[in-house]
C-alpha cells in the first residue's frame, strides 16, 4: 500500500526530527509514514545503520552495491569531498515507488544555485518533483519531492525538537560525521555544523576534536571569514543571514 509520506532517512539529525515533526507538527499517523534508509556503500554506513536500529521508530532498509573503491568514488570527510554526486536524485526515484510525497533533507541556506550540492538545490527540488510526477502520472496524479526544513537551520530544528518534547537523547543519538570510524570526528564540515546548531541551542557533546579550536586553522578559518564578510556586506546570496550569525555567535565572533 502505497504511503501518504517517505521520509529518506540517513541516521542524520536533519532526518530523524523530521520524523518527529511528521507527527508532531504535520499531524501525519506513525503508521501513514515510510522511513527509507539506503546503504549505498558510503564509509559512515555502518554508523549511520548503528543509529536506525536505535531509533523508537521503524526504519526500512535497502541496499545497494553503488560506492566501491574499484569504481573510484569513496568519498573522504574534507570539505567539498565528501559529496556523492546523484545520490539525491537516486534516493528520490525508489522513494516515489513507495509513496506520492518524499521528505529529504535540505536546510536554509543550502538550496542555493551556488551549493556543492546540486541535488540540494531548489532548481533540484522542482525538477525533480516535475519529472517525477510525469514517470508515475499513471498511478497518482502527482508526486513531490521536498524539504520540511526549507526555511530552518539546524539549530532552528533542533530548538523545534526540545520545544516539542522530542527527547534530547533522541538529539544525541544521531550521527552527522563523514568519518568512517569515529562517531564525531569534530574536524569534517558535518561535525562543524552540528557543533554549530548544539552550541547554540546550549548542548554540549563530545568530539574527537573540539571543533572549536580549529576555528583559526584551514578551511575553519576561511569559512567563518567568508561568513562574517557576508554579513558585513549584507550579502546573502551563497549564506544565508540566519546561518552567518548563528556560526558567528556560537565561535564568539558576534
Request: proline share 4%; net charge negative.
Amino acid at each position: 500500500m502505497e504511503k501518504e509520506l517517505v521520509i529518506l532517512m540517513s541516521g542524520g539529525m536533519d532526518s530523524v526530527l523530521a520524523y518527529y515533526y511528521a507527527v508532531k507538527e504535520k499531524g501525519y499517523k506513525p503508521e501513514d509514514i515510510l522511513a527509507l534508509w539506503f546503504d549505498i556503500g558510503h564509509p559512515y554506513a555502518r554508523k549511520e545503520e548503528q543509529v536506525i536500529d536505535r531509533l523508537p521508530f521503524p526504519v526500512e532498509k535497502i541496499r545497494m552495491d553503488l560506492i566501491r573503491d574499484e569504481f573510484d568514488n569513496v568519498p573522504g570527510k574534507e570539505d567539498g569531498k565528501q559529496i556523492i554526486p546523484g545520490r539525491n536524485l537516486i534516493f528520490a526515484t525508489i522513494a516515489s515507488s513507495f509513496g506520492k510525497r518524499i521528505w529529504l533533507m535540505a536546510l536554509d541556506g543550502e538550496r542555493h544555485k551556488f551549493a556543492k550540492e546540486r541535488d540540494k538545490s531548489e532548481k533540484f527540488f522542482r525538477d525533480t518533483t516535475d519529472l517525477l510526477t510525469y514517470v508515475f502520472n499513471i498511478s497518482r496524479e502527482e508526486t513531490i519531492i521536498e524539504t520540511p526544513f526549507e526555511n530552518m537551520t539546524k539549530a532552528e530544528a533542533i530548538a523545534w525538537a526540545l520545544e516539542n518534547d522530542v527527547p534530547e537523547e533522541i538529539i544525541h543519538l544521531t550521527s552527522t560525521c563523514y568519518d568512517g570510524e569515529i562517531r564525531n570526528c569534530g574536524e569534517c564540515p558535518s561535525c562543524f555544523k552540528r557543533w554549530v546548531a548544539l552550541t547554540v541551542n546550549g548542548l554540549e557533546e563530545e568530539f574527537e576534536v573540539d571543533p572549536k579550536s580549529l576555528i583559526s586553522k584551514g578551511w575553519h578559518k576561511d569559512y567563518i571569514k567568508t561568513l562574517a564578510e557576508a554579513l558585513a556586506k549584507e550579502d546573502f546570496s551563497h549564506y544565508s543571514e540566519k546561518r552567518c550569525r548563528e556560526t558567528l555567535t556560537a565561535v564568539g565572533k558576534l
